[in-house]
């Protein structure tokens, strides 16, 4: 690394690699953000239902905006990004458990995506439809779950981050997200890469700060509370050098999170903070389903058993589980 991109961001480390989140500040520019890669831990969660490749770059987006957002949360709980749409793909559901577990699940109906495919509709957008993205806060026992839903109109999910943020939250908001299928010298077959960077405007003076949950409504500034913003000359630089990345610089390997941020704002000055790990992880038990299936009536049950046991396969990681119906007071004769 040289002295003048060691100087310029801070680094007293080695750079991130694969699976971070790393937050930064742009001080001169009123901005801040983070920056996520990923990569082996993506490439698990896409290949384990070994979806097409449309529907696991659709899914890889949802899991990289789950994770920009998400892990700005400083609880113990979860944050679940889910979309429920007309289109071919009409369910994602993204569970990030905090601080960095993260856990994703596609459902899509076979013949409307070789449909879409034949008209050369495969484009997220188009693949997603229309309907709604809701984001959940949950922490845990004890406390109210909170949820914020804003429209999909067969915009991608960078459009629509944008408009939660500035309709929901007062915070001029900028999203690019990118997910590709990539094969590396000495790779058996292509592994699945994705990246992500979330820029805000958060001005000292505006009224906002970092938030930490979306839609707590601390952070609306009474300038703007009709959703009017006069983008002011900082954020109107940040956004136009956001929008100059492009998708192979987000899912390059060779490319840290703090060498693009370098990029795109070493003439402003960068400050990156310390990185956070993100790892595929399924918090589903043999003790959580069987609580679950308790809650089932005998009739239900009875329904549920299948040469003589109960199997339950977990939709996130597909880990089957099996069961005594004894156990629920049935006796099979």
Same mark, same amino acid.
Request: net charge negative; glycine share 10%.
């Given at each position: 690394?040289s002295d003048d991109?060691?100087?310029?961001? &801070?680094?007293d480390?080695p750079?991130?690699g $694969?699976?971070t989140v790393l937050?930064f500040?742009v001080?001169t @520019?009123?901005?801040?953000g983070?920056s996520?890669r990923?990569?082996?831990? @993506?490439?698990?969660i896409?290949?384990?239902?070994?979806?097409?490749a449309?529907v696991a770059r659709v899914?890889?987006?949802?899991?990289?905006l789950?994770?920009l957002?998400?892990? +700005?949360l400083?609880?113990?709980?979860?944050f679940?990004?889910? *979309? #429920?749409?007309? =289109?071919?793909?009409n369910?994602?559901?993204? $569970?990030?458990?905090t601080?960095?577990g993260?856990?994703?699940?596609?459902r899509?109906?076979e013949?409307a995506?070789?449909?879409a495919?034949?008209k050369?509709?495969?484009?997220p957008?188009?693949?997603?439809?229309?309907g *709604?993205?809701?984001?959940t806060?949950?922490?845990?026992?004890?406390?109210?779950r909170y949820q914020?839903?804003?429209a999909?109109d067969?915009s991608?999910l960078e459009? !629509?981050a944008?408009n939660?943020?500035?309709q929901s939250?007062?915070?001029? *908001?900028? !999203?690019r997200l990118?997910v590709?299928?990539?094969q590396?010298?000495?790779?058996?077959?292509p592994k699945?890469?994705?990246?992500?960077v979330l820029?805000q405007?958060?001005?000292?003076?505006g009224g906002?700060t970092m938030?930490?949950?979306?839609? $707590? &409504?601390?952070?609306?500034?009474p300038?703007t509370a009709d959703? $009017?913003?006069?983008?002011e000359?900082?954020?109107?630089e940040?956004?136009?050098l956001t929008e100059?990345?492009?998708?192979l610089?987000? !899912?390059?390997?060779?490319?840290?999170?703090?060498?693009?941020l370098?990029r795109?704002?070493?003439e402003?000055?960068v400050?990156?903070?310390?990185p956070m790990?993100?790892v595929?992880?399924? =918090?589903c038990?043999?003790?959580?389903?069987?609580l679950?299936?308790g809650?089932?009536? #005998?009739?239900?049950?009875? +329904?549920?058993?299948?040469? =003589?046991?109960?199997e339950?396969t977990c939709?996130?990681? +597909?880990t089957?589980?099996f069961?005594?119906p004894n156990m629920?007071?049935?006796?099979?004769e």
């Amino acid at each position: 690394m040289s002295d003048d991109f060691m100087k310029a961001v &801070g680094l007293d480390r080695p750079e991130s690699g $694969d699976d971070t989140v790393l937050p930064f500040a742009v001080e001169t @520019l009123d901005v801040r953000g983070r920056s996520v890669r990923l990569g082996p831990a @993506l490439d698990v969660i896409l290949r384990r239902h070994n979806y097409p490749a449309p529907v696991a770059r659709v899914l890889g987006e949802a899991i990289v905006l789950a994770s920009l957002i998400g892990s +700005s949360l400083k609880f113990e709980g979860r944050f679940i990004l889910q *979309t #429920q749409t007309d =289109g071919p793909v009409n369910l994602i559901v993204v $569970d990030l458990q905090t601080p960095n577990g993260i856990r994703g699940y596609a459902r899509f109906d076979e013949e409307a995506l070789s449909k879409a495919a034949e008209k050369g509709e495969l484009a997220p957008e188009q693949l997603l439809g229309k309907g *709604t993205m809701a984001m959940t806060i949950d922490q845990g026992e004890h406390t109210s779950r909170y949820q914020g839903i804003v429209a999909l109109d067969g915009s991608g999910l960078e459009a !629509v981050a944008h408009n939660y943020f500035q309709q929901s939250e007062q915070i001029p *908001t900028m !999203v690019r997200l990118a997910v590709a299928e990539m094969q590396n010298k000495g790779d058996v077959q292509p592994k699945w890469r994705a990246g992500g960077v979330l820029v805000q405007h958060l001005p000292e003076h505006g009224g906002r700060t970092m938030p930490d949950l979306p839609g $707590d &409504g601390d952070h609306q500034n009474p300038e703007t509370a009709d959703g $009017d913003f006069e983008e002011e000359n900082g954020w109107v630089e940040a956004k136009a050098l956001t929008e100059t990345i492009d998708d192979l610089e987000l !899912v390059e390997p060779d490319l840290s999170s703090e060498r693009l941020l370098f990029r795109l704002f070493h003439e402003q000055g960068v400050r990156v903070f310390e990185p956070m790990d993100m790892v595929e992880k399924c =918090g589903c038990d043999a003790d959580k389903i069987e609580l679950m299936l308790g809650q089932f009536s #005998q009739e239900d049950i009875q +329904s549920m058993i299948k040469d =003589g046991e109960i199997e339950v396969t977990c939709e996130f990681c +597909s880990t089957q589980y099996f069961f005594n119906p004894n156990m629920f007071g049935i006796n099979e004769e």
